[in-house]
C-alpha cells in the first residue's frame, strides 16, 4: 500500500488547516492514508508529494473537493443530543415569536452534514407555528464544505433504519414511502430547507442579515484553540441581539469570554 512520509503529512495537514480549519493531528495519518489510497491509484500518482501537487495547481477546484470529501467525517443521525431541539422548540422559539416583529425568522445549520439536523428544525418550526406558519418566512439555510454530502441532503432520502428515532407522528406527517424501503421528506419540509456550499474558514460571509439561531455542533472539535476562538466571534457578530448559538455537548466556549452569555451546556446566547 502507498504510504505517506511524515513530510508529507505534515505539508497536507498544514494545507487543509491554512484552508479549511481542519487540525489533522499526528495520530490521524493511518487514517488520512487510508482514505486517500484509491484516489492516488485511481489517478496514477506514485506519491502523496505528487497528489499534493496537483491539487494545489488544479483551477477548476475538483481536486479540493474530493480531497476534503475524502478526509471529512460526515457522521450524524436525527435527533442527535436531543435536548437541543426540545429547547429550541421550547424556549427559543417561543421567545423569537413573541420578538420578531418583522416575522422573518433567520435560522443557519453550520456544517449541516448530510441534513438530518435541518430537516429536523424544519418539522419542528412547522410543527410549532401550525396554522399560522404561512405568516412567517421561517427558511432554514443548511450549509456543508463538501459537495457530496450536500447533493445527498439534498434529496432528502433517508432508510428505515435512519428515521427511525423520529417521532411516529412525524414519520406520518412529514415522509412518505420511497424506493428500496428509503423514505423521503415531502416537498414541504424540502422546500424549507436552503442548502448551500460554505467553508467556515472563509473571511467572510455572504449574509445580508444577521440570525436568530446557529447550530454548529460537533465541527470545533476538529479545529485548535485559535481557530475556534476566530470562528466563535464569527458567530457572534452574525447573531441578531439576543440570538442563540448551539455548539455539541463535547464543545465550550470559555465562559470568561465577554461575547457570549453562557445558558446551558452547549448552548450560549448573544445579549
Known sequence: MLGITDKEFMQLSDYIKMNFGIHLKKEKQTLVTGRLYNV?????????????????????????????????TNHTFFMREVDHFYYFRDTVLLYLANSVKEKDLRIWSAACSSGEEAYTLAMIIDEFFGVEKHMWDTKVLAT????????????????????????????KKYLKEYENDNYVFIDKIKN?????????????????????????RNVMIYFD?????????????????????????????????PKFTYVRPSIYRKL
Not at 45 to 66: M, R
Open 192 to 216: 424549507e430547507v436552503l442548502f448551500r456550499k460554505l467553508n467556515l474558514m472563509d473571511r467572510s460571509f455572504p449574509f445580508k442579515k444577521k440570525f436568530h439561531v446557529i447550530f454548529c
Open 40 to 72: 492516488l491509484q485511481q489517478q496514477g500518482f506514485n506519491s502523496f508529494t505528487d497528489y499534493y501537487k496537483y491539487v494545489i495547481a488544479d483551477k477548476s477546484g475538483e481536486a479540493v473537493v474530493t480531497l476534503i470529501d475524502k478526509i471529512t
Open 144 to 171: 456543508d464544505i463538501s459537495n457530496n454530502i450536500l447533493n445527498t441532503a439534498k434529496k432528502g432520502v433517508y432508510s428505515r433504519e435512519r428515521i427511525s428515532p423520529l417521532p411516529s407522528s412525524w414519520k
Open 225 to 257: 484553540n485559535e481557530t475556534k476562538n476566530e470562528l466563535i466571534n464569527k458567530f457572534y457578530n452574525l447573531l441578531e441581539p439576543g440570538g442563540f448559538l448551539f455548539i455539541g455537548h463535547s464543545e465550550s466556549i470559555n465562559r470568561d469570554s
